[in-house]
């Protein structure tokens, strides 16, 4: 099993609609999880964080950790077409050192 | 405020070349990590500098090397190029002591090896 996986994708949203990108991770990651938007032919761009078991919400998004199930989720409310990236789920690696291991990352399309 | 800022932006090199990236962390972070982003992948862990020395490596070679300054700002050198080491090179700053993880990307250096 690899330590931090996702669905790649595409996931074709409409506009208006809610996008929920998924990520499974393993036992040899701790509990600090990260979301990263990368635009095409761009850097990743960090966007959310979340360490506790539950629901964290910053304007449209809103992250979920659950740890008795081994995965994180990302929603993406109120889809705009600008919000077409790829999303990249990361976690820190048990190790320290603040190592992140990433997830190949998901395909985001929002449609008009 | 500055954010992490990469140099140069593209990169066009021969096999078995060397070539030098650069790094400057954003202000106030004093931890840089380097990683290797090949297309349609996530980013690969190559290694992490923080005081001056490397504090871990992933499953990289060691024709990739790197350096920090005293200024934490940072470099990763790759001998001996492959075609394989084309790839999106991103540097990752970040504070060891004052987050809990949080690793901010620069604009990153396409590299072409032809």
């Known amino acids: 099993q690899k330590e931090v996986e996702q669905n790649s994708g595409p996931l074709s949203v409409p506009e208006g609609a809610i996008a929920s990108l998924n990520c499974t991770y393993s036992?040899?990651?701790?509990?600090?999880f990260f979301w990263y938007r990368q635009y095409s032919g761009k850097s990743p761009e960090l966007i959310m964080s979340?360490?506790?078991?539950g629901d964290k919400e910053d304007g449209r998004f809103t992250a979920q950790l659950n740890k008795a199930s081994q995965y994180v989720s990302l929603l993406i409310r109120d889809s705009q077409p600008s919000d077409s990236a790829t999303y990249l789920c990361?976690?820190?690696?048990?190790?320290?050192?603040?190592?992140?291991?990433f997830g190949a990352g998901t395909r985001l399309a929002v449609h008009p | 405020d500055a954010g992490v800022t990469q140099s140069p932006t593209h990169l066009i090199k021969t096999r078995g070349q060397q070539v030098t990236l650069r790094c400057s962390p954003k202000?106030?972070?004093?931890?840089v990590s380097w990683y290797q982003q090949a297309l349609g992948q996530g980013p690969q862990f190559i290694f992490q500098?923080?005081?001056?020395?490397?504090?871990q490596r992933g499953n990289f070679p060691d024709r990739f090397s790197g350096h920090q300054f005293p200024n934490y700002s940072s470099e990763l050198n790759v001998n001996a190029l492959l075609l394989g080491d084309s790839a999106l090179y991103l540097c990752?700053?970040?504070?060891?002591?004052?987050?809990?993880?949080?690793?901010?990307f620069g604009p990153g250096t396409r590299l072409t090896v032809t």
């Open positions: 990752a700053s970040s504070s060891l002591l004052q987050t809990r993880g949080e690793q901010y």
């Open positions: 990361a976690a820190l690696f048990s190790g320290g050192y603040n190592k992140l291991i």
């Open positions: 036992d040899r990651v701790s509990q600090s």
């Open positions: 202000s106030g972070h004093d931890t």
């Open positions: 979340i360490y506790s078991n």
């Open positions: 500098y923080y005081e001056e020395e490397e504090r």
